[in-house]
């Protein structure tokens, strides 16, 4: 068995054959490896491999390409093969290409598709982005409950391919309307003169075409189900979603979830697939909007330069001060985000949020700023820092401030999420870095203001 | 049918009947319904509720519970009725419940076991925690492959019980040695009379005992299976891992990632059923650890409290400065830090991921920078506050300090998570808080130590 390496050496040097020998060692090789060869040489070898392969193989593989590489690939080839590939594929594929495309392309290449696919793709094309329609396969295997499983196989027999979808058989009525899902083992594990009828357990679970993918995975997850059908609102079968899928839009969301946390625009490629110019313009513009943000601090300390300037043991402080109240906002913020994304929290629980947030940043913050008070009292003691004969008042109002700027954090990183939440914008936006940027700018008038109450007289 | 609230009060008032009227309406409950419902009500409720169910309805219920309700049923529960529940149960599920337990507890109800399954629990026990191990289950169906397919639907009926894992049936040798699997819809969609051997494809994509479950979900994702099967490395099948396990544990790894991320322990129990003393606990740690980091930056400005009270305009910037280089490096932090999950990047990228983001660190630092300067022009023109004379050097001094602190901060954000990963350290422990912490501190010291270059001899 050779390694990809190897493989790759050689279809760099046109010897595309040994594309297929690739994978498993002696066994057949699955698609994916073929696709994920094709992506590790130059797109131009990827292209010519491709080519060199036979039609039915090139509809197997396609699926699991990289978009960028499916879109070069329908570019290329003649209409004939564009056409054959893209009304080959299954039809949950079919539409992940679709949708992925933009604009004009997307008009040019439905040409290439038959009224069929045409209608079926323009179709699901018009539910949102996010809902569970985008992901649905329309092929699917159906029985009514009135025959003897003897007879549902020989109907599924003359009737299915030998494809994945045919791992759960429905039972509709003579409207179409879903009655019941039955995984085909219980054809085969029920005697075959038994009605259909009388192997329906009657815990049929579904999903609407609007559901979004979130509610998707939740529900997998709920029912442990490797399929689930999906109906409209007539109960009318009108797709099946694998779990396949769903793990995948799962973790296409997680990435964009981390990704929004951490202050980037969601890529639309991976990380190391994205060209240069592309990523600095997803981080620059939230880099610049936090910049923007952040310069109110230099306001904030431009009020209080008076103050800085009698006392610039304050200035000393400011950094420690303000990222405490960023951590504790940016903790707070994570632990909302995430209850809120596995359905744990919703926007009507704030008010046991901010409950709890409130009291967590109270505890948190005496913790900190005991710990503020203790370190300037032993730099003082140990000689290693003179604050001046007042360093007591001034421990003092580091330990105020840091139950103010905590609390303040916590309070501010719990509930930014969930007010994006009402606002039905995605909570995973009110970054890490935007929650600090909001902390450092009122945590600095937090910080001042108990400052010139407790300093007053002595050193301002 | 009645919701969630009407049925959770009729539960309290010790109607427990209604519990099984839940769910989808006039069709039977699924377990996971019964289970919600008692998720949602007191615990001592719960537990009167469950012990209300008929004995096999129990077993059904439990492993859709919280783990802290599981817990509890059991050390309630009389001996004959724990040891039902927990021999009963799916080994993976079994699995489940015994990886959760700790100590002294785990010995006590591993004696409620059977000798066949506590030997099966101890043995999977042994493996790592993250292993493939701990989500198998033991109980899958086989065949040989010189029977037809009519003997092996025979044989299937008589030894195989209706559940989820006879969706695949695995082709094993005499030695018990996997030669392929296949879905069990093959035996239906084709003629009985053909031989098992004839319908093999001899694709078969197999984990092992210690694979990762991060592994597993890569596989899953790879090849779009369902199931796959679990071998040893003599390639004899031990066990079956399905998709939905594996749904649950990267939901789990990425909740953990993501709180790490934040700067928060990962939560064992969701953020709503952790008590308020746990969660501070996770809080409280990294909190501290931070905060202590953080104080070099208290000592780091000691050292240049002369410059700060000639200038005390420095001071000003100190907060937009240092947080600049936070963003930018919580920003590289997330990208890499998702990309190496995804298996997109590796340790052995490191050269890679600096090259790129150094180039990036500089496009952004000048585009921050330049507003920077910009607004310092802008404030000093329009008479909005007055920076003095020497306004142009400082605002060259803000301008070359953003790009060494945002340089800087895209350089250590980026290089953490993989140095991390190369002394076998999760790379989303380098959670955002730290990079900025690390980058607040080193930060200071370019801002004052540029400063004093340019503005030497003027106001410093």
């Not at 009737?159 to 085909?184: C, F, S």
Request: charged content about 20%; overall charge negative.
């Amino acid at each position: 068995m050779m390694n990809i390496k190897e493989i790759s050496e050689k279809i760099m040097k046109g010897d595309f054959s040994s594309l297929l020998s690739f994978g498993n060692g002696n066994k057949k090789v699955h698609p994916t490896e073929v696709a994920q060869m094709l992506g590790s040489v130059p797109i131009d070898t990827a292209l010519h491999a491709f080519d060199s392969l036979a039609a039915t193989t090139q509809t197997q593989v396609f699926p699991y390409l990289d978009f960028v590489i499916q879109k070069q690939i329908i570019h290329e080839a003649t209409k004939t093969s564009g056409t054959f590939i893209l009304n080959e594929l299954s039809s949950d594929d079919r539409i992940a290409f679709y949708s992925a495309l933009k604009g004009v392309e997307r008009s040019a290449f439905l040409e290439l598709l038959n009224e069929k696919n045409k209608d079926g793709v323009q179709d699901i094309l018009g539910y949102p982005d996010n809902s569970v329609a985008r992901l649905i396969n329309t092929e699917f295997a159906t029985i009514s409950m009135e025959i003897t499983i003897a007879e549902a196989i020989e109907h599924l027999r003359k009737n299915h391919k030998d494809t994945e979808t045919a791992n759960v058989i429905y039972v509709l009525d003579q409207d179409g309307k879903l009655i019941d899902d039955i995984p085909i083992r219980r054809l085969v594990l029920n005697a075959p003169a038994k009605k259909v009828a009388d192997i329906l357990d009657g815990t049929c679970v579904s999903l609407k075409m609007t559901d979004t993918k979130d509610d998707a995975v939740a529900k997998f997850k709920a029912y442990d189900r490797v399929v689930l059908p999906v109906i409209n609102t007539d109960n009318v079968l009108l797709g099946v979603l694998t779990v396949d899928d769903v793990l995948d839009a799962a973790e296409q969301r997680y990435t964009k979830e981390m990704q929004n946390f951490g202050g980037v625009e969601g890529l639309d490629y991976p990380y190391v697939k994205t060209t240069f110019f592309a990523l600095i313009k997803k981080r620059a513009t939230w880099l610049i909007v936090l910049f923007i943000g952040e310069m109110f601090t230099a306001t904030a300390m431009g009020y209080f330069d008076a103050e800085i300037s009698k006392a610039v043991v304050l200035a000393l402080f400011v950094p420690l001060i303000i990222s405490s109240g960023g951590n504790s906002g940016s903790q707070a913020a994570t632990l909302v985000i995430r209850a809120m994304s596995l359905k744990e929290l919703g926007i009507k629980d704030w008010w046991f949020v901010m409950r709890r947030e409130i009291l967590s940043g109270l505890t948190l913050g005496v913790i900190l700023g005991a710990i503020g008070f203790i370190r300037i009292a032993i730099w003082q003691s140990l000689h290693l820092y003179n604050y001046g004969i007042h360093w007591f008042l001034l421990a003092l109002t580091i330990f105020f401030s840091l139950i103010g700027i905590v609390m303040w954090g916590t309070l501010s990183g719990s509930m930014i999420p969930i007010v994006l939440k009402k606002l039905k914008i995605d909570p995973a936006t009110s970054s890490a870095p935007l929650v600090a940027t909001l902390v450092d700018v009122t945590g600095l008038v937090i910080y001042f203001s108990i400052a010139a109450i407790i300093l007053k007289g002595t050193i301002l």
